[in-house]
């Protein structure tokens, strides 16, 4: 009788399809980056990984929440009797220079990268800005990205070339708040630097990280003879720490907020299920990655195209790499694109 029973009471959970970490294939010799990976579906993303046997790197800017993440993952590691490992590695996504020096540190520490999963991110917080002179929510959970992911990609499409095909992945974990974007296409640094609501900051966000997936696939992996995939996910509605930003943001009608989505949501756990699936599904294979290249999906195994009109504008995907390229020279010194 138990067998038949769901292993969740989580609304949001039951509501979705699954990927449950035991269908993760043996990662053994390969390497995979998560940013955020200390609290979280990032934190879950990187145990999920590790536990089966992945050599996982994450990065977070607190160094209290990033040690004991590490040190929590290593302890289940060895209780388990993985072969797989953890390293933390502390970045503050806030200061561009910081993160494309630390980077380019990253990109020789390494000799391979099969899974990256750009996942760190500041959630419905309210308006702010950052030391570049940027608003911060478009800083971290893009332009940060933005550098990470092309400056890795030279030593992604090395990986591609001896990796089992198909198997090398960027993952994008962005999330159905992009529908409430403003209108706006992320024409200039003025447009991001407008004061605004929380949930719209955020929103346009997550709405960037779609388009930037599917630009990435059209400027630079299009002609790879060994193919790197580039999908963007939806956790689904997650009971995290992110959650916290609602009663920053909106007082107390934020905290009800809050609370509710807590009662309704998924597990962490359960919320990294659709970016592992991105990851790692041996479901996405030779002879059908072309289905999933590009493209944004609200659940594992889930149906590709639902995403706004907006999401799927070419104009808006245009504007927002010139954007992160032209900031990427205003900040760095150097036009990465």
């Given amino acids: ?72 993952i290593a302890e289940a590691l060895k209780q388990s009797g993985s072969k797989g490992s953890i390293k933390w590695h502390q970045l503050d996504l806030m200061h561009l220079k910081k993160v494309d020096e630390w980077v380019k540190g ?88 407008e004061p605004g609501d929380g949930v719209q900051l955020y929103g346009r966000t997550k709405l960037g990280l779609i388009v930037f997936a599917r630009e990435l696939v059209r400027r630079k992996l299009q002609d790879s003879p060994n193919p790197i995939l580039a999908i963007s996910v939806h956790p689904g ?20 907020v809050d609370k509710l989505s807590r009662l309704a949501g998924k597990s962490a756990e359960e919320g990294a299920e659709a970016s592992l699936w991105a990851a790692t599904s041996t479901d996405i294979s030779v002879d059908n990655w072309k289905d999933y290249q590009g493209k944004y999906y609200t659940e594992p195994y889930g149906k590709p195209d639902q995403e706004t009109n907006q999401a799927k504008d070419a104009t808006v995907a245009t504007n927002f790499w ?8 205003e900040i760095l010194g150097e036009r990465l694109e």
């Fill in 1 to 72: 009788m138990s067998s038949v029973l769901p292993d969740t009471a989580n609304p949001a959970t039951l509501l979705s399809k699954r990927f449950r970490p035991d269908k993760i294939p043996d990662l053994s010799g390969r390497v995979a980056l998560v940013t955020g990976g200390s609290a979280g579906i990032g934190y879950w993303d990187a145990a999920a990984l590790a536990h089966h046997n992945a050599t996982v790197h994450i990065v977070s800017a607190n160094p209290d929440h990033g040690k004991e993440a590490e040190a929590d």
């Fill in 322 to 329: 010139k954007l992160c390229a032209d900031l990427t020279q």
């Fill in 237 to 256: 509605m997650v009971d995290t720490e992110v959650q916290k930003a609602w009663g920053e943001t909106y007082g107390v009608l934020g905290t009800i």
């Fill in 106 to 193: 990253f990109a020789n520490e390494v000799d391979r990268l099969d899974i990256l999963i750009a996942n760190a991110g500041i959630g419905q917080a309210p308006f702010g800005m950052t030391d570049d002179g940027l608003e911060r929510h478009f800083e971290v959970n893009n332009l940060a990205h933005y550098v990470i992911v092309l400056r890795l990609l030279d030593l992604m499409k090395k990986t591609a070339r001896f990796a089992p095909p198909t198997t090398v992945r960027i993952v994008m974990q962005s999330s159905e708040m992009h529908r409430f974007a403003p209108k706006g296409q992320f024409a200039s640094k003025e447009e991001i630097n």
